[in-house]
C-alpha cells in the first residue's frame, strides 16, 4: 500500500470538484492579489472582525468570479451567573403536645446567585462570492426550511404570505419606498426577501427562471433544503448553510491511507462525495440564477504576486497560525482560547515574516458576599465563588514561505533535512520564529530553493 498512500494529497479534493464542475477551479493558497481583486472589482467587504481569527481559508473561482471559504472563531463577551451557599443553623423554643417548653435546632440552606461576564467562543463558516450582476443591489433572506413542510402547510403559509405582500406593497405606496410585489408569489414567500432596496435591479437578476430555479431549490429534499442564509451587498454575496457549520475542511490526505486498499477506496469515496455535496448546494442559490453565471469585466486591474511584499492574504497567516496552534503565541498567563491576528512584518528573499498577535484572558478567583436574609430573621453573607476574566496578550513572529510540493513530498524531504517543526497547508510552510533564530530559518528555506528539494 506505501506506493498508493504516496499519491495522496491534499489537493485530490480539490481536482476531483474540479473535474466535476469545470466552471469551478480551485487556488492552491488565498494570495494577497487575489483577496485585492476580490475588494477591488467586487466589493467585498470584512466579514472578519478583530474579533474573529481565521482557522481555515479556500478560495478560486466560479465563472471566473472570485470566492473564498472562511471558517473563523469569534469571540463574544458574555454573561455566567455563580451560584454560592450557605447552611445556617439556630436554636428556637417551642411548647410541646404537653404544654412544656422545649428547644430544637433548625438547620437552612440559603443560596445566593451573581452574574459576571466571561468569554465565549464559537465557529462559523462562511461562503464569500464576488459577481458585478446588481451591483446596486442590497437584500437579505434567512434559512426557512420551507422543504419541511407539507403540502398543507405550505399553502397555508403561501396565504398568508400573500395577504402580508399585499399589505406591504400598499403601505409601501404611502410611505414613498420602492417596495413592490412580484408577480410570482411563491417565490416572494419562499425567498422573504423583502428588504430588497433596488427593485429594478431584483427583477434582472431573479428572472422567471432564476425565480423557478431557487423555488424549486428551496423546496427540495435533495441536498440540504432550505438551510441557508442569502447575503448580498453590491457585488458581495455571502451564503452561510446550516450544513456548512459542521462541514469537515480539512482534505488532508492522512484518512485514505491504511494497510487495506478496499478501506482506501471507500474512505477516499465517502470523504470526496460529503465535501462536494456540501460544495455543491453551498453554491446551489448563487447557480440557480443565470446572472451570478456570467463572466465578470474587470474595471480595475490587480498587481502580479511578484509585486507585492505581503504574498498572501492575513486570513491565510491565520490559519496557519491556528494550525500551528495557539501555545506558540499565548500568552503566559492565558487561561482561555486565545484570538490569533496576523499583521506582515517583512518579505526576505522569499519568506514572509508575519507578527501574530494573541488575545486571550487570564482568570483570578474572587468570592463574592450577598446579603441573604436567614429563616432566623437575621442578614448572612453567603460566599458566590465566581471567576474573574483578565484581558492578556501577546505578540510572537511566524515565518512563511511557499513550497507548492506535495504533501508526502514535502514531508519526506522535511525529515531529509531537518525542517523546523511547523504547519504545512496550501502549498506554504510556517513555522514559529524568535529574532535570534530568523536567520537560520531564512538560510533553511534559501538552502531548499537551491537544492530544488521541491
Not at 135 to 159: C, M, Q, V
Not at 414 to 434: I, K, T, W
Request: with cysteine; glycine share 4%; charged share 25%.
Amino acid at each position: 500500500m506505501a506506493p498508493l498512500n504516496a499519491l495522496f494529497d491534499s489537493t485530490d479534493t480539490y481536482r476531483v470538484i474540479e473535474k466535476t464542475l469545470p466552471e469551478m477551479k480551485f487556488h492552491s493558497a488565498f494570495t494577497q492579489p487575489a483577496e485585492d481583486n476580490f475588494i477591488e472589482n467586487f466589493g467585498r467587504t470584512d466579514i472578519i472582525d478583530s474579533e474573529m481569527t481565521v482557522t481555515d481559508v479556500v478560495s478560486g473561482e466560479l465563472y471566473a468570479n472570485p470566492f473564498a471559504y472562511t471558517r473563523a472563531v469569534r469571540h463574544v463577551m458574555g454573561t455566567q451567573p455563580y451560584v454560592g451557599t450557605l447552611v445556617i443553623s439556630w436554636t428556637e423554643t417551642y411548647r410541646d403536645s404537653k404544654g412544656q417548653v422545649r428547644t430544637r435546632t433548625r438547620t437552612q440552606t440559603l443560596t445566593a446567585t451573581v452574574v459576571k461576564p466571561k468569554p465565549f467562543y464559537h465557529e462559523e463558516t462562511y461562503l464569500g462570492y464576488g459577481s458585478q450582476s446588481a451591483p446596486r443591489l442590497n437584500f437579505s433572506r434567512s434559512a426557512a426550511h420551507n422543504e419541511r413542510l407539507s403540502e398543507k402547510e405550505l399553502e397555508k403559509k403561501l396565504k398568508r404570505g400573500e395577504r402580508e405582500l399585499k399589505k406591504m406593497s400598499e403601505d409601501a405606496i404611502k410611505d414613498g419606498r420602492s417596495f413592490q410585489e412580484m408577480a410570482n408569489s411563491e417565490f416572494e414567500v419562499l425567498f422573504d426577501a423583502d428588504n430588497r432596496d433596488n427593485e429594478m435591479e431584483f427583477r434582472l437578476m431573479f428572472t422567471p427562471l432564476a425565480q423557478k430555479n431557487t423555488v424549486s431549490l428551496l423546496r427540495s429534499h435533495v441536498g440540504y433544503g432550505d438551510d441557508f442564509d442569502f447575503i448580498k451587498r453590491g457585488r458581495f454575496n455571502v451564503i452561510r448553510s446550516e450544513h456548512s457549520q459542521s462541514w469537515c475542511m480539512d482534505t488532508s490526505p492522512q484518512r485514505y491511507m491504511s494497510y487495506d486498499v478496499d478501506i482506501s477506496r471507500e474512505s477516499f469515496i465517502s470523504f470526496n462525495n460529503e465535501y462536494f455535496k456540501s460544495v455543491y448546494f453551498d453554491f446551489a442559490p448563487l447557480m440557480a440564477v443565470p446572472a451570478y453565471q456570467e463572466e465578470s469585466v474587470h474595471s480595475l486591474s490587480v498587481d502580479a504576486i511578484e509585486n507585492y511584499s505581503c504574498k498572501y492574504s492575513l486570513e491565510e497567516y491565520e490559519s496557519l497560525a491556528n494550525m500551528l496552534g495557539q501555545r506558540h503565541f499565548e500568552h503566559p498567563e492565558s487561561r482561555t482560547r486565545a484570538i490569533l491576528k496576523a499583521s506582515h512584518v517583512s518579505n526576505s528573499n522569499g519568506v514572509n515574516r508575519v507578527q501574530i498577535t494573541a488575545y486571550s484572558y487570564t482568570t483570578v478567583e474572587r468570592i463574592d458576599f450577598v446579603p441573604v436574609l436567614g429563616g432566623d430573621g437575621k442578614i448572612h453573607p453567603v460566599p458566590v465563588p465566581w471567576t474573574e476574566y483578565i484581558p492578556v496578550q501577546n505578540c510572537a513572529d511566524m515565518a512563511v514561505g511557499y513550497i507548492g510540493a506535495s504533501d508526502c513530498d514535502f514531508h519526506r524531504t522535511a525529515e531529509s533535512v531537518q525542517l523546523p517543526s511547523g504547519a504545512y497547508r496550501h502549498g506554504l510552510f510556517a513555522c514559529p520564529v524568535d529574532a535570534q533564530a530568523s536567520d537560520g530559518i531564512y538560510r533553511t528555506f534559501e538552502s531548499l530553493r537551491q537544492k530544488n528539494q521541491f
